[in-house]
T-cell receptor
Framework: AQKITQTQPGMFVQEKEAVTLDCTYDTSDPSYGLFWYKQPSSGEMIFLIYQGSYDQQNATEGRYSLNFQKARKSANLVISASQLGDSAMYFCAMRETGANNLFFGTGTRLTVIP | DTEVTQTPKHLVMGMTNKKSLKCEQHMGHRAMYWYKQKAKKPPELMFVYSYEKLSINESVPSRFSPECPNSSLLNLHLHALQPEDSALYLC????????????????FGPGTRLTVL
């Protein structure tokens, strides 16, 4: 079974609007972390935001916020006030405590339209 | 210094060549990773080094040979590659591989785009 599912292969958003990128996950480990990375066409994976499974509040980092719904096992990324530079591939990833690596979703390509 | 550097940025090699990819970090991280990423796909873990020892090999063919000379450096030696090995190779580092918290952010380098002819 897929540990991380991103069902939106591509998304478009108007500049200055908000956009939500979906991510659902599957784990039986009670302790885990969820990450969002941005990958521009240059290739570098840029860390955006982290949410721990025991965190009571949704994580926020500037224009990025994570809509964490633990019971639904979803961790959607919300980008507010989209900018042209936000056009990139976005990956959701999960790490189970003590696990060796990050499990990545298949990614969502976001295009910001002027 | 919160940067992971990788050289070269681009590499084109023939199937009989021997080449090496290099990765360096100066954040004091003791875990380092190699990932392979094909176009329009997520990164796939290849190797994990923890405290300079190879701890994970995700069934990678022997034509890829990792090396960790010290805690700041990670190399990937390439020999007799196939055209299907063409991909973006990403290096990453993190503070520790096993910690009590689930938070273990991996810092990624810019990658090496490898083309095998």
């Amino acid at each position: 079974a897929q540990k991380i599912t991103q069902t939106q292969p591509g998304m478009f958003v108007q500049e200055k609007e908000a956009v939500t990128l979906d991510c659902t996950y599957d784990t039986s480990d009670p302790s885990y972390g969820l990450f969002w990375y941005k990958q521009p066409s240059s290739g570098e994976m840029i860390f955006l935001i982290y949410q721990g499974s025991y965190d009571q509040q949704n994580a926020t980092e500037g224009r990025y916020s994570l809509n964490f719904q633990k019971a639904r096992k979803s961790a959607n990324l919300v980008i507010s006030a989209s900018q042209l530079g936000d056009s990139a591939m976005y990956f959701c990833a999960m790490r189970e405590t003590g696990a060796n690596n990050l499990f990545f979703g298949t990614g969502t390509r976001l295009t910001v339209i002027p | 210094d919160t940067e992971v550097t990788q050289t070269p940025k681009h590499l084109v090699m023939g199937m009989t060549n021997k080449k090496s990819l290099k990765c360096e970090q100066h954040m004091g991280h003791r875990a380092m990773y190699w990932y392979k990423q094909k176009a329009k796909k997520p990164p796939e873990l290849m190797f994990v080094y923890s405290y300079e020892k190879l701890s994970i090999n995700e069934s990678v063919p022997s034509r890829f040979s990792p090396e960790c000379p010290n805690s700041s450096l990670l190399n990937l030696h390439l020999h007799a590659l196939q055209p299907e090995d063409s991909a973006l190779y990403l290096c990453a580092s993190s503070q520790e591989r096993f910690i009590q918290s689930s938070y273990n952010e991996q810092f990624f380098g810019p990658g090496t785009r490898l083309t095998v002819l």
